[in-house]
């Protein structure tokens, strides 16, 4: 079964620094996509980035808006490890951000996806 564990999420203040990772398993992931979608209270889920797990010249970084120029999305690609190095936390960043893989990064980009991680709490305080 696929399985997506993340870790690194708790609280920090505003313009600090964190970062979380999900580590995929299950099945093979080189020619899938990963990335991260976030939940605030009371909103709605949005999509925050994604990342390329193919090999070769096909590797793409795609960010929301709101945290281009923030956030940085990485991958260990042997160990189907996706990072979100997020830098300059502000408290309109507090959501609970989850994990996700999918076929390619439309998939990975709309949400389109089967595979989900728990979710991990990142709180921001001023």
């Known amino acids: 079964q696929v399985q997506l564990v993340e870790s690194g999420g708790g609280l920090v203040q505003a313009e600090d620094s964190l970062r979380i990772s999900c580590a995929a398993s299950?099945?093979?992931?080189?020619?899938?996509?990963m990335g991260w979608f976030r939940q605030p209270p009371g909103k709605e889920r949005e999509f925050v980035a994604a990342i390329s797990m193919s090999v070769g010249s096909t590797f793409y970084r795609d960010y929301a808006e709101s945290v281009k120029g923030r956030f940085t999305i990485s991958s260990d690609n042997a160990k189907n490890t996706v990072y979100l190095q997020m830098n300059s936390l502000k408290p309109e960043d507090t959501a609970v951000y989850y994990c996700e893989v999918g076929q390619g990064l439309g998939p990975v980009r709309s949400g389109r996806v089967g595979y989900w991680g728990q979710g991990t709490q990142v709180t921001v305080s001023s």
């Open positions: 299950g099945r093979s992931f080189s020619n899938s996509a």
